[in-house]
């Protein structure tokens, strides 16, 4: 045998020598627990990420719920807004036509009002004219107690006709 493959030898003995003293040493048994417990830590960090998973999934599924339901209730509120704003304008609308029916009936009733008084004074002139003018004409013609007793009955009769 050469050297080399002597230093071979001695260096696979030496190795099975180190070997058996760490299994008589029990590393073998710590690297095992270590490896175990790396082992179980990393499961449970993935039942833990797991876990957080489904909780942010259930979040997520909660939110879109939560705006659905916001958008719904926004539309309901835009629908209910547009109704009253409807509702408004046809009341301001029917009032706005009740104001001016009222003031047309109001004015109509004053016109109706002047054109009496004014067909009253027109006929309370006359009168006084008729009256005026059947003195004169009377107090022309006739002369003393039977003058006066005439125009007196005729302006009478005068104003209780255009009256």
Known sequence: MNEMSLAEIWVAVAFLVFVGILLYAG????????????GQRIAAELEEARRLKEEAQKLVAEFKRKQREAEAEAESIVTAA???????????????????????????????????????DVKAIAADVAAKAAETLLGHAAHGAVADRLISGAIGDVKSKLN
């Open 82 to 120: 547009k109704a009253e704003a409807e509702r408004l304008a046809a009341e301001a609308k029917a009032k706005l036509e009740d104001f001016v029916t009222r003031r047309t009936k109001m004015a109509e009733d004053k016109i109706t009002q002047a054109e009496h008084q004014a067909i009253a």
């Open 27 to 38: 590393v073998h048994r710590a690297l095992a627990a270590a490896l175990d417990s790396r």
